[in-house]
T-cell receptor, first 113, second 113 residues
Framework: EAQVTQNPRYLITVTGKKLTVTCSQN?????MSWYRQDPGLGLRQIYY???????DKGDVPEGYKVSRKEKRNFPLILESPSPNQTSLYFC????????????FGQGTRLTVV | AQSVTQLGSHVSVSEGALVLLRCNYS??????LFWYVQYPNQGLQLLLK??????LVKGINGFEAEFKKSETSFHLTKPSAHMSDAAEYFC???????????FGSGTRLQVQP
C-alpha cells in the first residue's frame, strides 16, 4: 500500500529541547515536503526536497532543519523548539513539484510548552 | 505568483442537501487545481484534480468540481450531502516547476441530520 508514514503522531515537549519528526514514503517519489497547518492559515510549506541531498526553504523555514540522506526518508528537525512552533505538521511526497498529486502523512501534532 | 481563496471558513448543510464549497484562484499561467479532504485526526486525501483535460472533474465520494477560467473558480459540489462528508476541505493550486502547491485556508463542512 502506498503511504507516507510520520512519527510520532503526538508530541509534547519543552522549549529548547531538540526533537526530530520522522517521515518515510514507499512510493519512490523524488519530491518531498514538510508543511505546517495552523487554524485559518491552511498549509504552509516549511522545507522541500527534490531528491537525495537536495533541499531548499519553503515559505516558513525559520527554526527548522531537514535532511535527505535517503530517497525514502525526510526528517524534520527542530533544534530549539519554541511555543510558536506548536502546530500540526504534515509530510508529503509526490512525483513532481507543483503539478502532481501530493500524498500526505497522518500528521504530527506538536505542542511546545 | 499564485494564490487561493476559499470563501467561507465554515459551511453547514442538511443531510441530503447540495454541497457547494467555493474556491477562487489566481495564477499567471494555466494552473493545476486540486481539492483535498481532511477527516478528523487524519492527513489530507486527494478528492479530485484538474489538469486541463476536461473542465468538469469527477472525484471520489460523489464530489465534482468545474473549472471556469473566466471566473478563475474551481468550486466543489456534491448533489446530496451525507453525514460522512463532514470534514475540512482544502483547495490548492500548483503548476509545473513551482516548488509547492499553494493551499487555501480551508472550509469546514458540517452536515446536520
Amino acid at each position: 500500500e502506498a503511504q507516507v508514514t510520520q512519527n510520532p503522531r503526538y508530541l509534547i515537549t519543552v522549549t529548547g529541547k531538540k526533537l526530530t519528526v520522522t517521515c518515510s514514503q514507499n512510493m519512490n517519489h523524488e519530491y518531498m515536503s514538510w508543511y505546517r497547518q495552523d487554524p485559518g492559515l491552511g498549509l504552509r510549506q516549511i522545507y522541500y526536497s527534490m531528491n537525495v541531498e537536495v533541499t531548499d526553504k519553503g515559505d516558513v523555514p525559520e527554526g527548522y532543519k531537514v535532511s535527505r540522506k535517503e530517497k525514502r526518508n525526510f526528517p524534520l528537525i527542530l533544534e530549539s523548539p519554541s511555543p510558536n512552533q506548536t502546530s500540526l505538521y504534515f509530510c508529503a511526497s509526490s512525483l513532481s513539484q507543483g503539478a502532481a498529486e501530493a500524498f500526505f502523512g497522518q500528521g504530527t501534532r506538536l505542542t511546545v510548552v | 505568483a499564485q494564490s487561493v481563496t476559499q470563501l467561507g471558513s465554515h459551511v453547514s448543510v442538511s443531510e441530503g442537501a447540495l454541497v457547494l464549497l467555493r474556491c477562487n484562484y489566481s495564477s499567471s499561467v494555466p494552473p493545476y487545481l486540486f481539492w483535498y479532504v481532511q477527516y478528523p485526526n487524519q492527513g489530507l486525501q486527494l478528492l479530485l484534480k484538474y489538469t486541463s483535460a476536461a473542465t468538469l472533474v469527477k472525484g471520489i465520494n460523489g464530489f465534482e468540481a468545474e473549472f471556469k477560467k473566466s471566473e478563475t473558480s474551481f468550486h466543489l459540489t456534491k448533489p446530496s450531502a451525507h453525514m460522512s462528508d463532514a470534514a475540512e476541505y482544502f483547495c490548492a493550486v500548483g503548476r509545473t516547476g513551482r516548488r509547492a502547491l499553494t493551499f487555501g485556508s480551508g472550509t469546514r463542512l458540517q452536515v446536520q441530520p
